[in-house]
């Protein structure tokens, strides 16, 4: 016999379903954390020769890796794009009227 199952439908971000007191920030810095390990395997560098051009410890290569990200601000994740020789681009644009709060956005 089946039985009933009850679900929620999420929000979209799972940091606020998660209840994090800044989610937007939080998927913002998980999402540059992802492009940047990206990168370190893409280019097949372990996580010494990775801390040696991101100019932090091993440790710090690791725990950005393992998505341990309360270390790391959104200004120093994107600084380590730079130095892996990503171009950044941000872009800042009016909210628009049909949307309560303006959002912040990693692409």
């Known amino acids: 016999m089946a039985t009933k199952k009850d ?5 979209g971000n799972v940091f606020a ?4 007191a800044r989610p ?12 940047i390990t990206t990168i ?5 560098l372990t996580q010494a020769e990775a801390a040696n051009v991101l100019e932090v ?4 290569v690791s725990a ?4 341990k990200l309360s270390g790391f601000s959104l200004d120093r994740l994107v600084r380590f794009l730079v130095l892996l020789g990503s171009d950044v681009e ?16 990693v692409a």
């Open 17 to 20: 379903d998660l209840g994090y």
């Open 40 to 44: 370190i395997e893409r280019r097949k």
């Open 90 to 105: 941000i872009v800042v644009k009016d909210q628009p009227r049909s949307r309560r709060r303006a959002k912040l956005l």
């Open 64 to 67: 950005l890796t393992r998505g």
């Open 24 to 35: 937007e920030e939080a998927a913002a810095k998980a999402e540059l954390a992802h492009k």
């Open 7 to 11: 679900y929620v439908i999420g929000s």
């Open 57 to 60: 410890d091993q440790p710090k």
